[in-house]
């Protein structure tokens, strides 16, 4: 038997008919969510966003700047009647401040959804699992759909669904670095495991590493830098919607085993000269 | 009277309304939320809620991000 399982559980009967990618109970017609940071300006943001054919985007939550007003707010370029916003907890270290961004970001935002994050470094923005884990349990208490960006730990990921997570969401490198799935077996393992969507969040460099996390299972992508980031962000974005079609098919489809040798597509027989 | 706003001391002439504030501050309370003395003050009671000499008050809205 080849070492390597086959991949593509989805190898369905019919492949070309996906199941709906549902996070408690709603359904998005994509499979890529975006983020809203980093852009070169509100209008290239909003061009990538439309490009990416998302319909889930999130966004921090912060002070208003009570000295400047003038600067132009970001809802301006989000069309909230095609985009579902996902506040998150970005820049929180502790599960205290992480409830209460999310508290605030429920209160300004029209959802009970967060993208929740506590980070527990400041060079690796790796979170901290048990603080992420206490602030789970609370904020699912309270009615929150609680999206936790995790390690890419099945543990954890586990521990998070027992507490009450509408997803979980690992990470395949540190955020923004580009670097595509650090840990492949580790995130088939996720897949296996997981009975709530599990979303890649963080790491994405480019389309084959969106394309990878769906051909290993993942029910969605979240990235922001790659797209924000990149020399052109719209360009990028319209990638990103295809890479991430193109990967679910393919795990729909169910890859073929990978082999040590060649096997010919050509038939052997009828060969000329011999 | 002082209050503390946004983490930065904030001078006011009299006790006022949250609601009377954020019209003062040209803040869409639409966009928003309020926090006041580190409870969440709901969208409905901003008419009938008063900043007093002392109190902390936190505004905040969204902003473009991704993760941390």
Known sequence: MSPWPVWGAGAAHNAMKDTPFVIAGRTFRSRLIVGSGKYSSFPVMAQAHAASGA????????RVNISDRSRESLLDYIDTEKMFILPNTAGCYTADDAIRT????????????????V????RTLFPDNEALIEATRVLVKEGFVVLPYTNDDPIACRKLEDAGAAAVMPLGAPIGSGLGIQNVNNMRII?????????????????????????LGADGVLMNTAIAGAQDAVAMAEAMKH??????LAWAAGRIPRKMYASASSP??????R | MFITLNGDPFELDSPLSVADLLTKLAIDPRRVA????????????????????GDRIEIVNFVGGGSS
């Open chain 1, 191 to 215: 897949r296996e495991f997981a009975r709530v969507p599990l979303i890649v969040d963080a790491g994405v460099g480019t389309a084959s590493d969106a394309a990878l996390a769906m051909e």
């Open chain 1, 102 to 117: 999310a508290r605030l970001g429920r209160e300004a935002g029209l959802s009970n959804w967060v993208k929740l994050e």
């Open chain 1, 268 to 273: 052997v027989e009828g060969m000329v000269g």
């Open chain 1, 119 to 122: 980070i527990g470094d400041e």
């Open chain 1, 55 to 62: 319909d889930m985007v999130t966004v921090a939550v912060r």
């Open chain 2, 34 to 53: 309020v926090e006041h003395n580190l409870s969440i003050l709901r969208r409905h009671l901003y008419a009938d809620t008063l900043v007093n000499d």
């Open chain 1, 243 to 248: 890479a991430v079609i193109a990967g679910r």
